[in-house]
Every structure is written in C-alpha cells, then in structure tokens.
C-alpha cells in the first residue's frame, strides 16, 4: 500500500482492520482468500457496503476511458448484441444531500481499470465499435454492489478466455450494451415513446421479408478481450449479467429484438450527447434519477427540433400553457407518423386497392356504420357526441370510403376505430327499464338530489339529456366528495337482467359460456354497483375477444386493434 496516493487530508485514515482490508481489496491487492472474506462481508454487513461506496468516492477509483474512434465499416447492426445489469437490496449512499439506496444506483458507470490502463476522463465509448480497444474495457463498466464500481482481485484478471463456459458466450458478445443500461425494467422503461419507443430504428415493423443479415460478432482478441473483462467481475456482479442476459432472452422474439434495439438506439444517442449532458446522466445515482435525465433531455432536443416558428410560440408562456402546447404537437406529429406506419405497413395491400377488414363483407360493413349512427347520433347534429372536427372527419372518411371503395375503406375504419377507443369509457350497455336511464335532475331519486350543490349542478347541465354522460359526470362527482353521505343507489343498469335485450343474449349465448368460475365471481361481486358492474361486463368481453352488441364495434376486438390500433394500440406496443 505505500507505492499508493494518500487520501486527502480530510479524509479519516480506517478505522479497523476491515478498512485496511477494504482498501486493498478495491485495489486488486488481496489473495483469494482475503478477497473471498471482503466479499463476505459486504454481502452481509450493509454498512460494510455503505462504506465501499464511500470509500470508492473518496479514492476517486473512476477511472475514465480513452474514446476509441468508430472503424469506418461498422454498422449500427454490430450493436445488436447486449442490454443491461441488476443487483439486489442494498443500503444507501448519498446523492447530492439526499440517500439513495444502493440497490437503486445504476451499475452502467465506468469503473476502475486494471494498473497500467489508459486513465483519461471519458465515459461511454461508441456503442457501435467493437474494436479490440472498447471490448477491453466495457465489461468492466458493469459496476459491483450497484454504483460502487469495484476492481477484482488478480486471480480473477489472470483467468483465460477458453475458461469461459459456452452458456457464457451469448453474454460476452452482448457485453458491450450491456455497459449502458441499469437493468432490464430499465431498458422497458426506455423502449416507451416518451424515450426511445418513438424511434424510427425501434418502432419499424420487422415483418417484411429482407434478406438475412448475419451481425457482426466480436472474435479472436476483441471476444477474449471481452472475455476477460467479464471475467474480471466477482461471481456475483457475474451472476446478475447471466440474470439479466437470461430475463432479456426469455422475453418473446419481436419484444426481445426490440428491446435490443431500444438499447441500440440509446446508447447511440448517449454517445452523441455533448460531454457535459452525457456526465450528468452517468451521474444520476438511481435508475429513476437518470431516466428523468433522458426524459428532460430528450424533451430539450425535441423543442429545439421545432421549426423557429414553432419554438417563437414558446417564449413568454407560463409552464402549464407551455406544457399543454407542446402536448399537443407531439399528439399530432403521434398521428402523423402513425399515418405514415400505416401506409408502409399496408404498402401491398394498398397498391392492389384491396378492401381490408370487416368492410370485405357487406353485412359487415353495413353493421359498422350502423354501430356509428346509432352510438355517436352521427346524424343528429344536437345529439352527437362527437366534436365538430370528429363528426366532419368522420363523415368525409365515410363518403370517400362508399364513393371510392377499395383501400379508402381503411381511412374510415381508422376514424372509426380511433373514434371508439377516445370514448368507449362512455360506451355501456343500455337499461332496458327507462326509469333506470338517469340523464337530467328531473329524473334522479331524492338521496342525489338531496346532494347537488350549484356548483355541482353548473357542472352537469352541459351533461343533461345525454346518457350515460350525465349520470357519470355525477357518479364520479358525489364520488370525490369525501364522507360522501353513505351509499346511493346505482344510476344504471347493475345486473345482466336489466340490460336490454341484444345484450341478455349475448350473455347467455356468448360470454356465459366462456367464463371462468372466477370470472363469474368477479362479476358477481359487482353486482348493484354501477358503472363498475357493465365495466366489468365489458371487460371480460373484451378478455375473451366478444363484442359486445350495440356498445362495441362489430368484430372481434382483437381484429380490430391489430389492424387499426398502429403503434398506439395493442398491436403496435411491444
């Protein structure tokens, strides 16, 4: 220990063996036994790992890497190989003036390099290198015990490539991103569209047939350099890359594959972020912590993609209306590129002008439009419930749809589609009693009346005469009022017997039948309450892939997303 620099001056000398012990072994200076007493004890003690963290603050063992430049015949594709690593409960560390528990803190920092080593301030190499320079050191960017990045003893440095067991392999060759990620619920975290979800090498559909490509893999000195980076992680930091290698590779083939490529598009992105921005999210100290980062960053990048005009409406506008302007231009450009996804994805069946489904029957087609008159009182100008912008949309995807026929069929079952989704938390199966069919004060049993206040009542009059809005908009209303006044009676129908008839049959013929003795139970359990029972209703429909008569589009539900939910349905998201 004498050849090594001595803490600062304000810095306690240990206080006890284990110290001296501890020192040395984040140095790489222990014999195995030693070591494997260290480890022990960190496993066990949490405040022996507190004070590993600490320590490994205090000696500055961040080692920085050299940024190796990218050969000039590597492809992106050579990123296909690695996402990231998870550790167990551990104590805290400080953030800043906060603690942080342990267990949060990312292990995708750099960490301490072997004696000798370059040493230059520089964190993250190209994702997309793989040469021999990057692969030496990247597998030591997994971190132990989370943040605390720790060096392994010699013995562990020492240990042969060809030792590496086959079910290794996979691991080491997708080493290098595994380096830019904290775990896998990191890496879903970022696969939603307010990160990378959105973005274009992530989000296109792999179904059309190309020719197959057979990725890069590191070999010979750039795979044993790998090999020996991973090798130089204590078993247990080993264990946590084989767990996480092992959840990514159990996720179903297209989520596994776009996972990869969330985790190539990140670390691409990370690699291009200016030095100050790429440190501050390597710095944040939790996983939640640095994704706020990104978020924040990413949000910057997108405002500052905006055309001048565009950003000049920003300027001078408080937080909320800033906030509330920009959401709505990420909804429309959303839109936008699922209109483009749309095409690209139906680029076949649009250039034969084929009519798609369910417009390809006439009984079908006919029930659909039907479905949309009746519910949306699409010819009722004072009953419809659609906004002008959606009723005009409509009714131009419609017209265009019957006059042109073929493909302009999909338009109107996208409008249609988009149209039910947006209120299908009004869509519930109709009373067939009309005195439960509660839509004006008028109608409403004494122990609500007894309960509308006027600001209450200025709330709903924009809501009367129209079911089940009104009786929801009070429903929910009588329900945030807390203490409530006891139990009211339901503004609805409650129980299979008082919906109508369509309805009553469908129980009986269809969705009976495919219940579960637990789902009839579920049921059961809601029976009297409303909206919760038809909600409940509906949804095991929806479960068992049913429509349910006059309140859900004709057609199986899960159709109907596959092929007009885009990335914003079911069938888009992975």
Same mark, same amino acid.
């Given at each position: 220990?004498? *050849?090594?620099?001595?803490?600062?001056?304000?810095?306690?000398?240990?206080?006890?063996?284990?110290?001296? *012990?501890?020192?040395?072994?984040?140095?790489?200076?222990?014999?195995?036994?030693?070591?494997?007493?260290?480890?022990?004890?960190?496993?066990?003690?949490?405040?022996?790992?507190?004070?590993?963290?600490?320590?490994?603050?205090?000696?500055?063992?961040?080692? %920085?890497?050299?940024?190796?430049?990218?050969?000039?015949? !590597?492809?992106?594709?050579?990123? #296909?190989?690695? +996402? &990231?690593?998870?550790?167990?409960?551990?104590?805290?560390?400080?953030?800043?003036?906060?603690?942080?528990?342990?267990?949060?803190?990312?292990?995708?920092?750099?960490?301490?390099?072997?004696?000798?080593?370059?040493?230059?301030?520089?964190?993250?190499?190209?994702?997309?290198?793989?040469? &021999?320079?990057?692969?030496?050191?990247?597998?030591?960017?997994?971190?132990?015990?989370?943040?605390?990045?720790?060096?392994?003893?010699?013995?562990?440095?020492?240990?042969?490539?060809?030792?590496?067991?086959?079910?290794?392999?996979?691991?080491?060759?997708?080493?290098?991103?595994?380096?830019?990620?904290?775990?896998?619920?990191?890496?879903?975290?970022?696969?939603?569209?307010?990160? !990378?979800? *959105?973005?274009?090498?992530?989000?296109?559909?792999?179904?059309?047939?190309?020719? &197959?490509?057979?990725?890069?893999?590191?070999?010979?000195?750039? !795979?044993?350099?790998?090999?020996?980076?991973?090798?130089?992680? +204590?078993?247990?930091?080993?264990?946590?890359?084989?767990?996480?290698?092992?959840?990514?590779?159990?996720?179903?083939?297209?989520?596994?594959?776009?996972?990869?490529?969330?985790?190539?598009?990140?670390?691409?992105?990370?690699?291009?972020?200016?030095?100050?921005?790429? @440190?501050?999210?390597?710095?944040?100290?939790?996983?939640?912590?640095?994704?706020?980062?990104?978020?924040?960053?990413?949000?910057?990048? =997108?405002?500052?993609?905006?055309?001048?005009?565009?950003?000049?409406?920003?300027?001078?506008?408080?937080?909320?209306?800033?906030?509330?302007?920009?959401?709505?231009?990420?909804? &429309?450009?959303?839109?936008?590129?699922?209109?483009?996804?749309?095409?690209?994805?139906?680029?076949?069946?649009?250039?034969?002008?084929?009519?798609?489904?369910?417009?390809?029957?006439?009984?079908?087609?006919?029930?659909?439009?039907?479905?949309?008159?009746?519910?949306?009182?699409?010819?009722?100008?004072?009953?419809?419930?659609?906004?002008?912008?959606?009723?005009?949309?409509?009714?131009?995807?419609?017209?265009?749809?019957?006059?042109?026929?073929?493909?302009? =069929?999909?338009?109107?079952?996208?409008?249609?589609?988009?149209?039910?989704?947006?209120?299908? %938390?009004?869509?519930?199966?109709?009373?067939?009693?009309?005195?439960?069919?509660?839509?004006? !004060?008028?109608?409403?049993?004494?122990? %609500?009346?007894?309960?509308?206040?006027?600001?209450?009542?200025?709330?709903?009059?924009?809501?009367?005469?129209? =079911?089940? #809005?009104?009786?929801?908009?009070?429903?929910?209303?009588?329900?945030?009022?807390?203490?409530?006044?006891?139990?009211?009676?339901?503004?609805?129908?409650? @129980?299979?017997?008082?919906?109508?008839?369509?309805? @009553?049959?469908?129980?009986?013929?269809?969705?009976?039948?495919?219940?579960?003795?637990?789902?009839?139970?579920?049921?059961?359990?809601?029976?009297?309450?409303?909206?919760?029972?038809?909600?409940?209703?509906?949804?095991?429909?929806?479960?068992?892939?049913?429509?349910?008569?006059?309140?859900?589009?004709?057609?199986?539900?899960?159709?109907?997303?596959?092929?007009?939910?885009?990335?914003?349905?079911?069938?888009?998201?992975?």
């Amino acid at each position: 220990m004498s *050849d090594e620099p001595l803490p600062p001056d304000d810095i306690e000398p240990p206080a006890d063996p284990f110290e001296a *012990d501890l020192v040395a072994y984040l140095d790489g200076e222990l014999d195995d036994a030693a070591a494997r007493r260290v480890e022990i004890r960190l496993a066990t003690d949490p405040a022996a790992r507190q004070k590993a963290a600490a320590l490994k603050k205090t000696f500055d063992l961040l080692d %920085y890497l050299p940024r190796p430049e990218p050969s000039a015949d !590597f492809t992106t594709r050579t990123i #296909d190989k690695i +996402p &990231a690593l998870k550790t167990g409960p551990m104590p805290t560390v400080r953030s800043g003036s906060q603690p942080v528990p342990i267990s949060a803190v990312s292990s995708s920092v750099p960490v301490a390099l072997a004696s000798g080593m370059l040493a230059r301030p520089l964190v993250i190499p190209r994702p997309w290198v793989w040469a &021999a320079g990057l692969l030496a050191v990247v597998g030591l960017l997994a971190g132990y015990f989370a943040a605390a990045a720790l060096r392994s003893h010699p013995a562990a440095r020492e240990a042969s490539p060809d030792e590496l067991p086959l079910s290794d392999r996979r691991l080491v060759e997708y080493l290098p991103l595994y380096a830019v990620a904290d775990d896998i619920e990191f890496v879903q975290k970022l696969a939603e569209a307010d990160y !990378f979800g *959105d973005e274009p090498s992530v989000s296109f559909d792999a179904t059309p047939k190309v020719p &197959a490509v057979d990725p890069d893999k590191p070999s010979g000195p750039a !795979f044993e350099a790998l090999a020996k980076s991973f090798q130089s992680l +204590p078993p247990a930091r080993q264990q946590a890359v084989r767990e996480l290698d092992k959840q990514l590779h159990a996720q179903p083939p297209a989520a596994r594959d776009r996972l990869v490529r969330v985790l190539e598009a990140y670390a691409a992105w990370l690699d291009r972020l200016p030095e100050a921005e790429r @440190r501050r999210v390597l710095a944040a100290a939790t996983p939640e912590l640095r994704l706020g980062v990104i978020r924040e960053l990413r949000e910057q990048q =997108w405002i500052d993609s905006l055309p001048a005009t565009q950003r000049a409406r920003l300027t001078g506008l408080s937080s909320a209306r800033k906030a509330e302007l920009i959401g709505q231009w990420k909804r &429309a450009e959303a839109e936008r590129r699922d209109e483009w996804e749309d095409v690209r994805r139906n680029a076949d069946a649009i250039a034969a002008n084929l009519v798609p489904w369910p417009f390809d029957s006439e009984p079908m087609r006919k029930a659909v439009v039907e479905f949309m008159r009746v519910t949306f009182q699409t010819d009722e100008p004072k009953k419809c419930r659609l906004t002008a912008n959606e009723l005009d949309r409509h009714t131009a995807a419609l017209a265009a749809a019957e006059k042109n026929g073929g493909w302009a =069929w999909y338009a109107y079952g996208r409008e249609t589609f988009t149209i039910a989704r947006k209120y299908e %938390y009004l869509l519930l199966p109709e009373p067939a009693d009309p005195k439960l069919r509660y839509d004006d !004060f008028s109608d409403l049993p004494s122990s %609500y009346t007894a309960r509308i206040n006027p600001v209450l009542r200025k709330k709903l009059v924009p809501h009367a005469g129209k =079911w089940p #809005d009104f009786a929801l908009e009070l429903h929910d209303e009588l329900r945030s009022v807390k203490g409530g006044g006891g139990p009211l009676p339901p503004l609805g129908p409650a @129980r299979v017997s008082d919906f109508q008839d369509p309805v @009553r049959t469908f129980w009986e013929k269809e969705l009976s039948p495919k219940l579960s003795p637990q789902e009839r139970g579920m049921l059961r359990m809601q029976e009297n309450r409303w909206p919760e029972y038809p909600r409940e209703f509906m949804r095991l429909a929806r479960q068992h892939d049913l429509s349910v008569p006059g309140v859900t589009l004709p057609g199986s539900p899960r159709t109907w997303d596959r092929t007009y939910g885009g990335s914003r349905g079911p069938a888009g998201r992975q």
